[in-house]
């Protein structure tokens, strides 16, 4: 049972747009979610987190929104590099652990 | 963030063999570290918890006898597949927490079983 979904596996964005990758979660008792990025064949890297009590986190050009009840989060890009292309996979903490999304990958076209 | 480092990045192996995994925090001592596995096109799925000087906490599902999980210092944790099978091969990582809730991830290990 998946809790925590990425429903487009996939994203293209212009270079110098705005990339906006979606995740929706079912567990109401998640209270604080993360985005991570991960290159192929390495680890995800920690991007950026929000606690469940706001509803935006900016940080760079990196800006988590999080609206509780449509248990739904996303990250918005802006402007989109290249270097941004990557697998973006949101995460939710409940009960101590880490849920990973499937992921969406992002490619940022020059 | 913490520096974590994985060894090896990939092995390959032959079917009834054991592989070890390791797992170093290069800049922060541990006292616990997460294993997770990924399957392709799939999330990360978290395996077992590592915990220095007492047994790993293992998830639902994950044989504690065939995933073998050492953590014997601060900054060494080991996964060892035993007896591994074609169906073992995945993508392997390692995790380090943070100070709050993010957590900091090795490079990975790519196992092969044939």
């Known amino acids: 049972d998946q809790q925590v979904k990425q429903n487009s596996p996939s994203l293209s964005v212009q270079e110098g747009r705005i990339s906006i990758l979606n995740c929706d979660y079912t567990?109401?008792?998640?209270?604080?979610f993360l985005w991570y990025k991960k290159y192929p064949a390495e680890g995800p890297t920690f991007l950026i987190s929000?606690?469940?009590?706001?509803d935006k986190n900016e940080d760079g050009r990196f800006t988590v929104f999080l609206n509780k009840s449509a248990k739904h989060l996303s990250l918005h890009i802006v402007p989109s590099q290249p270097g941004d292309s990557a697998v973006y996979f949101c995460?939710?903490?409940?009960?101590?652990?880490?849920?990973f999304g499937t992921g969406t990958r992002l490619t940022v076209i020059p | 963030g913490a520096v974590v480092s994985q060894h090896p990045s990939r092995v390959i192996c032959k079917s009834g063999t054991s592989v070890k995994i390791e797992c170093r925090s290069l800049d922060f001592q541990a006292t616990t570290m997460f294993w997770y596995r990924q399957f392709p096109k799939q999330s990360l799925m978290l395996m077992a918890t590592?915990?220095?000087?007492?047994?790993?906490?293992?998830e639902q599902g994950v044989e504690k006898d065939k995933f073998l999980i050492n953590h014997a210092s601060l900054t060494l944790s080991t996964l060892t597949v035993t007896s591994a099978h074609p169906e073992d091969s995945s993508f392997y990582i390692c995790?380090?927490?943070?100070?709050?809730?993010?957590?900091?991830f090795g490079p990975g290990t790519r196992l092969t079983v044939t």
């Open positions: 590592s915990n220095e000087g007492s047994k790993a906490t293992y």
């Open positions: 567990n109401s008792m998640f209270d604080y």
């Open positions: 929000i606690s469940s009590i706001k």
């Open positions: 995460a939710s903490i409940g009960a101590n652990n880490l849920f």
């Open positions: 995790s380090v927490p943070g100070q709050r809730y993010e957590q900091y």
